[in-house]
C-alpha cells in the first residue's frame, strides 16, 4: 500500500508539475511575443518622417522591449537587425509542487519571439 501511494504521488505531481512547466513554457513565449510588439513600436521617427524606409531606432526598441520583460518579471536578450528585425529570447523557471518532494528542483522554461517591422498602406505590405 505504501509503494502504491508513492507510486500515485509520483504519478500525478508528474502531471502537475509537468503542465506547470508547460504553463511556464507558453507564458515565456507570450513575454517574448510581447516584448517584440513593444520594441517594435519604438519607430525612428526621423527616419520616417523623411520618407525613408520604416524602421526602429535600435536602442530605444532594446530599452522597450528589455522594459516589458522586466516588468513581466522574465529575464531575457533582444536584439535588433537591420531595423526591421526584434529577436527576443526569455528565460524562466517554475518550482514543482509535488516533484520537489523526491528532489527535483526548479525547471527551466524558455521562449522566442522574431517581430518583423512591415509597413502595410490600404491593405498592401510596401
Same mark, same amino acid.
Given at each position: 500500500?505504501?509503494?502504491? +501511494?508513492?507510486?500515485?504521488?509520483?504519478?500525478?505531481?508528474? &502531471?502537475?508539475?509537468?503542465?506547470?512547466? +508547460?504553463?511556464? +513554457?507558453?507564458? &515565456?513565449?507570450?513575454?517574448?511575443?510581447? &516584448?517584440?510588439?513593444?520594441?517594435?513600436?519604438?519607430?525612428?521617427?526621423?527616419?520616417? +518622417?523623411?520618407?525613408? &524606409?520604416?524602421?526602429?531606432?535600435?536602442?530605444?526598441?532594446?530599452?522597450?522591449?528589455?522594459?516589458?520583460?522586466?516588468?513581466?518579471?522574465?529575464?531575457?536578450q533582444?536584439?535588433?537587425?537591420?531595423?526591421?528585425?526584434l529577436?527576443?529570447?526569455?528565460?524562466?523557471?517554475?518550482?514543482?509542487?509535488f516533484?520537489g518532494?523526491?528532489?527535483?528542483?526548479?525547471?527551466?522554461?524558455?521562449?522566442?519571439?522574431?517581430?518583423?517591422?512591415?509597413?502595410?498602406v490600404?491593405?498592401?505590405?510596401?
Amino acid at each position: 500500500m505504501a509503494i502504491f +501511494m508513492f507510486l500515485l504521488i509520483i504519478i500525478m505531481g508528474a &502531471a502537475v508539475d509537468l503542465g506547470g512547466q +508547460m504553463r511556464s +513554457m507558453q507564458k &515565456a513565449d507570450d513575454v517574448a511575443r510581447e &516584448a517584440g510588439r513593444q520594441g517594435a513600436q519604438a519607430l525612428d521617427v526621423d527616419a520616417a +518622417m523623411a520618407g525613408n &524606409a520604416q524602421q526602429v531606432d535600435p536602442g530605444m526598441a532594446r530599452a522597450a522591449a528589455e522594459n516589458y520583460l522586466a516588468s513581466a518579471g522574465v529575464t531575457g536578450q533582444v536584439s535588433v537587425q537591420a531595423g526591421t528585425l526584434l529577436d527576443v529570447t526569455t528565460a524562466t523557471t517554475y518550482q514543482p509542487v509535488f516533484l520537489g518532494i523526491i528532489g527535483i528542483g526548479e525547471l527551466n522554461a524558455s521562449g522566442h519571439a522574431q517581430v518583423q517591422l512591415i509597413r502595410v498602406v490600404n491593405g498592401q505590405e510596401r
